[in-house]
């Protein structure tokens, strides 16, 4: 019986260090809001400004690309690419560089979704919605597909 008990004391230690660490590989590492971000085309929906919200309907999008801290995509009109940086939910866009044509009736549109995106410096993303503010304002809204 005695020897019956100490096999018993060892399964369960055993059992129990084995649940331990497979437990500690199941669960989920703390997820990173970075990786919402990438592998996703991110469209312009709203522009948030003094003047009220403004629906956006353009071609309007954002990438972002994790191997070269990049992001880019389209004003509405004009193809941008920009270097970003960012930790935790900030977020900032330096070197923001576009094409230079003219649209009308969407231009107005561009020059202020790349006026708002340099002055960007937080982000949240919130199930398929990606939302970009200047620190409380909330300037762009996005979302996936």
């Given at each position: 019986m005695f020897k019956k008990t100490n096999n018993m004391k060892l399964i369960t230690f055993i059992s129990a260090g084995v649940f331990i660490v497979l437990s500690a590989f199941i669960m989920k590492k703390e997820h990173?809001?970075?990786q919402s971000l990438y592998d996703v085309k991110w469209s312009l929906k709203k522009i948030y400004t003094t003047n009220g919200v403004e629906e956006v309907s353009t071609?309007?999008?954002?990438k972002f690309h994790r191997e070269n801290k990049s992001a880019g995509g389209n004003g509405s009109c004009n193809s941008f690419?920009?270097?970003?940086?960012?930790k935790d939910n900030t977020v900032s866009f330096r070197n923001i560089?576009?094409?230079k044509m003219y649209w009308e009736g969407v231009q107005e549109t561009e020059n202020?979704?790349?006026?708002l995106l340099g002055i960007v410096n937080r982000f949240e993303v919130k199930?398929?919605?990606l939302l970009l503010y200047q620190d409380k304002e909330l300037l762009l809204e996005f979302a996936s597909e």
């Open positions: 990173s809001p970075w071609k309007a999008f954002i690419g920009s270097n970003f940086t960012g560089f576009c094409t202020t979704f790349f006026k199930e398929k919605t």
